[in-house]
């Protein structure tokens, strides 16, 4: 069964600093890959996702994340952080035959400013 | 367009009480999730419905837990005999076509079990 860790429980960073959130998943084939946001008392918004093709992908609020298959990573990225940015952060995947999302335990991210 | 909606927002209830959940998808999509929060268990899945039918109940983690989708639309999730264990925030999703479709989130209901 595919599985998806994020070893970071939670991450501090300073208001315009760089941001990198770790996802490892275990699948033997490349599944669909996700990251989601959940706000305080909100439901989750998609940040972005990989199907296939380019290795590189854009989301919205200026993030990106890169898959890497021989290390079966899908890190998220952002240049530079804005306060509003603090929430928590889910990598997922999504075998594309289970049609169902399997969830890292999460990464809350808080900014100081 | 409308969202993901989800009610109630918040259900307190007392043990071995049922609750109904209920969740309105995106207009148009066939896919429909469920999945629960917890502390202690993080995001799981429940049940997956394509249309009217359920071909994944995999999540449900006991009999206690049963769900329905009518004209292919609203779902129901019900929690029979509800225990303290249960009290967690239920997400529902949907998605145009499941398998690997990207899955929108309603913003949960918060159920606790007294």
């Known amino acids: 069964a595919q599985s998806v860790t994020q070893p970071d429980i939670h991450i501090t960073v300073s208001e315009g600093a760089s941001l990198e959130l770790r996802c490892n998943y275990s699948?033997?084939?490349?599944?669909?890959l996700f990251w989601y946001v959940q706000s305080p008392g909100q439901g989750l918004q998609l940040l972005l996702k990989y199907f296939s093709g380019d290795t590189l992908v854009q989301g919205i609020k200026g993030f990106e994340a890169e898959f890497k298959r021989s290390q079966s990573s899908f890190n998220l990225r952002k240049p530079s952080v804005h306060w509003s940015d603090a929430a928590e952060y889910f990598c997922?995947?999504?075998?594309?035959?289970?049609?169902?999302?399997?969830f890292g335990t999460g990464t809350r991210l808080q900014v100081t400013l | 367009g409308a969202g993901v909606s989800q009610s109630p927002s918040n259900k307190v209830t007392e043990k071995g009480k049922d609750v109904e959940l209920r969740c309105d998808p995106i207009?148009?999509?066939?896919?429909l999730y469920w999945y629960r929060q917890s502390l202690g268990q993080g995001l799981e899945f429940l049940i997956y419905?394509?249309?009217?039918?359920?071909?994944?109940k995999s999540g449900l983690p006991s009999d206690r837990f049963s769900a329905e989708r009518t004209g292919g639309s609203v779902s129901t999730l019900t929690i029979q005999r509800t225990q303290q264990e249960d009290s967690a925030v239920y997400l529902c999703?949907?998605?145009?076509?499941?398998?690997?479709?990207?899955?929108?989130f309603g913003p949960g209901t918060r159920l606790t079990v007294l």
């Open positions: 997922a995947v999504d075998t594309g035959t289970a049609s169902k999302l399997t």
């Open positions: 207009s148009g999509h066939t896919a």
């Open positions: 699948y033997g084939a490349t599944p669909y």
């Open positions: 419905f394509q249309g009217n039918s359920a071909p994944d």
């Open positions: 999703a949907s998605g145009l076509a499941g398998g690997g479709d990207t899955q929108y």
